[in-house]
């Protein structure tokens, strides 16, 4: 028999050759661990894959589980897009900003927020204090709205919009900002972030309770099949579950059972499964790991494909597809020796393009020490036009499926995944996991684990805890003007003063009406939007009736 | 003698928690009792912690940029209340120039990206104030 002798082969290698080698020279003494800490074997071959099917498990790129890619010509037909992630200060700045890069021939946008915009709070409010244009660009109302996108037709291009929470008030002036420009909402295309789960579980930008928060999504799933039927409803994000800490296999499950929740929550408000899930993407982090990261990226295709046909019973192909945008790892990038952290990204960017991802985003050198300067937001661009174009990665198909090891891994990152879908839907499902702390427990063991090996010295860390330098000079870096706080505060003041009062408040107790009953919460902060009422008084209106969601604080 | 006690803060709208988290757990582990505020706490609740839960010590844990507003507002808080021998110290992404101008403000401890969880818990145990025989 094949297998056995196969099997007989190995034996005697490891008899007649591994042994003299090992007692000649041992091993060097380190956990041959992946960097969440999952053990790695000296060898693969093809007995750790005798229960591999390929038809079954891999198939070719194109066709059902999509483990080897979604497009049957991988890269060849149409590259990741590279989309770069910015935002800071005013509207004006930002907007200044993506004129360039659209000048450059970039043709998507990506929006970053301020924090008092992500925690749906004006710049008046006494948690701003400081925070205000910092993190991301300031965006208080339509009139910002109007600025940030003022000269780009939206019509031309697509917007990516990092915003969870207050996504519903944010897109609201986006497509009162297209009807201003006279830009039909059936062709606008471009993704909100919208999820609303990862907040809870991980980054922590929540405002209202899970299930009311759950609500928002579901209106916007049925807005938009009816009215933006182009748009990306929901990027379920991993990224920020393994920035918290996650391991890699945690991250690709609490995201994907996540998913999970989010067409389950959609076909229970009473939505044909097939009308609403191909607009569902996802986002996952590209860390250090490279084989275990490119076996996650290969796992998600897999099971995704796996839980809409067969749980849901979708039917169209687009539903068993996943999409998904990648990030270099923001947690992996090191304070000391930065230019250090271009490799790491460059390796992590090549998992990510060997995984399939179909856009990325790759992180700049100096991303531990503040946001990126112009000059290392280039470079980090220069780093995915590098691989796109002279690697040579980009000219076949998933180049390195059939691996014995990569295959081994991508089998077990399934397994491992199907066992917390298990657990958490025993749990009743993911808001159920959420309100008993299930996930946030399990990231913030994963997070502390880490942190030992790496005070352990079992995990190193170039820079940081071996390879020390200590004479270091420094790397420039970027300063946000502190003015725009100031700036945005007049402006407000203005606002409030020539806006038509009356209208904003009949805005307001509508949505407050909408969100005691069961309309579509998306019509009535269109109508907000419109009469300028702020990110934070729509949010303040919600609040009034749900309430506010706050965590236990756990250690 | 008493255990040190710790106030680990996060103040602002930022919610990434691994850090505060993190340390709160090693300086647990290295002994200290160590309360967790949770997140978005203005620099009053802050003070109002430390002086409720009679603190030696408050690690603030801050990534969004907010540091220059935030942390002189705190160590005003603390004098006026009389806090002024509470040992602050401050973890997350601060620019070299800011550094002395937090040290000029009273923040005693200042630590960046990769800092050793050894050399905080050291840090906190040379500087913090003496401390009480319990009677």
């Keep these: ?555 | 003698m008493k255990k040190i006690r710790v106030v680990i803060a996060k103040p602002g709208l930022d919610g990434h928690d691994r850090g505060a988290k993190v340390i709160a757990r090693a300086l647990r582990d290295a002994g200290m009792e160590v309360i967790y505020t949770g997140l978005r706490q203005t620099p009053e609740q802050i003070v109002a912690a430390a002086l409720q839960e009679d603190a030696d010590v408050i690690g603030l844990s801050i990534l969004s940029g907010a540091h220059m507003h935030i942390c002189p507002r705190l160590m005003d808080l603390l004098k006026e209340k009389g806090l002024d021998d509470v040992l602050v110290v401050v973890g997350g992404i601060i620019p070299d120039v800011d550094i002395p101008k937090l040290q000029d403000a009273g923040i005693k401890g200042i630590f960046l990206p990769g800092t050793p969880m050894q050399d905080i818990i050291t840090f906190i145990t040379e500087h913090v104030r003496p401390r009480v025989e319990q009677v």
């Excluded at chain 1, 939505?271 to 982090?285: G, K, M, Q, T, Y």
């Design chain 1, 1 to 555: 028999m094949k297998g056995a002798t196969a099997a007989t082969a190995r034996q005697r290698w490891e008899r007649e050759v591994l042994e003299p080698a090992l007692a000649k020279a041992p091993e060097r003494s380190v956990p041959f661990t992946t960097i969440s800490g999952r053990s790695i074997e000296r060898l693969y071959s093809p007995e750790d894959l005798s229960s591999l099917d390929y038809q079954r498990d891999l198939n070719h790129p194109g066709q059902f589980p999509y483990t080897r890619g979604i497009h049957p010509t991988g890269y060849r037909g149409k590259l990741w897009t590279m989309r770069q992630f910015a935002g800071f200060g005013t509207p004006e700045e930002t907007n200044e900003r993506y004129k360039t890069l659209l000048a450059a021939g970039g043709t998507g946008l990506s929006v970053a927020f301020d924090l008092p915009t992500l925690m749906g709070r004006d710049p008046d409010h006494e948690l701003s204090l400081g925070e205000v244009g910092k993190c991301g660009v300031s965006i208080v109302s339509l009139a910002d709205m109007e600025r940030l996108f003022e000269g780009i037709s939206l019509r031309d291009i697509t917007t990516s919009m990092t915003i969870n929470s207050p996504a519903p008030m944010i897109f609201a002036m986006y497509l009162a900002v297209a009807e201003k420009q006279g830009a039909d909402w059936q062709a606008l295309s471009g993704t909100i972030q919208n999820d609303i789960l990862k907040e809870f579980i991980a980054q922590k930008e929540y405002i209202f309770p899970p299930r009311e928060s759950m609500r928002l999504i579901t209106d916007i799933f049925a807005f938009c099949a009816r009215e933006v039927p182009r748009w990306n409803t929901v990027s379920v994000s991993g990224y920020h579950i393994r920035e918290a800490g996650s391991t890699a296999l945690q991250e690709l499950a609490f995201t994907l059972r996540d998913g999970i929740e989010y067409i389950q929550y959609g076909i229970d408000a009473g939505l044909d499964v097939d009308d609403f899930a191909p607009r569902i993407s996802f986002f996952f982090n590209s860390h250090s790991d490279f084989f275990e990261e490119i076996a996650k990226f290969r796992a998600a295709r897999k099971l995704w494909a796996g839980v809409m046909r067969d749980r849901f019973g979708a039917k169209d192909e687009r539903s068993w597809k996943l999409r998904f945008h990648t990030q270099t790892a923001g947690v992996s990038l090191t304070a000391q020796q930065p230019y250090n952290n271009v490799v790491r990204t460059a390796l992590q960017a090549l998992a990510a393009v060997l995984g399939g991802t179909n856009s990325l985003h790759t992180n700049s050198l100096d991303e531990a020490l503040a946001l990126p300067t112009a000059e290392a937001a280039t470079l980090a661009l220069r780093t995915q036009q590098i691989l796109a174009h002279e690697s040579g990665v980009a000219n076949t198909v998933d180049p390195l499926g059939g691996s014995w090891f990569l295959e081994r891994l991508t089998l077990d990152m399934e397994q491992g995944a199907k066992h917390y879908f298990e657990t958490i839907d025993k749990l009743g499902g993911m808001v159920e996991a959420i309100e008993q702390g299930f996930p946030q427990r399990e990231i913030a063991e994963a997070s502390y684990k880490f942190q030992q090996a790496v005070e352990r010295r079992d995990k190193v860390i170039v820079g940081v805890n071996d390879f020390v330098q200590e004479d270091e000079a420094p790397v420039p870096i970027l300063y946000i003007d502190e003015t725009t706080a100031e700036r945005q505060l007049t402006r407000l003041t203005e606002l409030k003063r020539t806006r038509d009062a009356g209208a904003v408040a009949r805005s307001l107790d509508a949505l407050r009406e909408a969100a005691r009953g069961t309309a579509n919460t998306m019509y009535l902060l269109l109508d907000c939007a419109r009469a300028y009422a702020t990110v934070g008084e729509m949010c303040d209106a919600l609040r009034d009736v749900w309430g506010e969601y706050e965590e236990e604080p756990l250690i």
